[in-house]
């Protein structure tokens, strides 16, 4: 009873922070530099003249921050990839050397192992992909 109230307060508190995330949005003006046209009196946007200004630094700037998160990337699976072998070498020590009762607990504990590190297995090849893709948008 303890641990269900326990979990329904922790979804509430989880749904509460992730609608304050969804719903608090940044207000963006627009300027009047470099796009409207000064001698119009209803102040029309010439596209020819338009230049949102500073993207190109933003995108060079982004750069350092690209490699830095793939660095970080690479040290996290590989540390992932030392704890998952370790883990299962000692999983399958316990099952080798265990009773019947104790391989059956094994198995079961197996289970949530093994789709664990496939999940992991599979984000850590899918966010480099992600990487790549948006370091060729950059150029």
Do not use: C, H
Not at 91 to 116: F, R
């Amino acid at each position: 009873m303890k641990q269900t109230k326990k979990l329904k307060g922790i979804i509430i508190i989880t749904i509460i922070l992730a609608m304050i995330l969804i719903f608090s949005q940044a207000k963006v003006y627009a300027s009047e530099e470099g796009g409207l046209e000064e001698d119009s009196s209803e102040a029309i946007l010439d596209t020819n003249k338009f230049n949102p200004g500073g993207l190109d630094d933003a995108f060079d700037d982004a750069g350092g921050l690209v490699d830095m998160g793939a660095t970080l990337i690479g040290i996290i699976r590989v540390i992932g990839i030392i704890v998952t072998v370790v883990t299962l070498m000692i999983l399958g020590i316990k099952y080798m050397t265990g009773s019947v009762q104790e391989k059956a607990d094994y198995k079961k504990t197996m289970i949530p192992y093994l789709i664990g590190v496939a999940l992991f297995f599979s984000l850590s090849q899918i966010i480099p992909i992600i990487i790549d893709f948006a370091s060729t948008l950059n150029n």
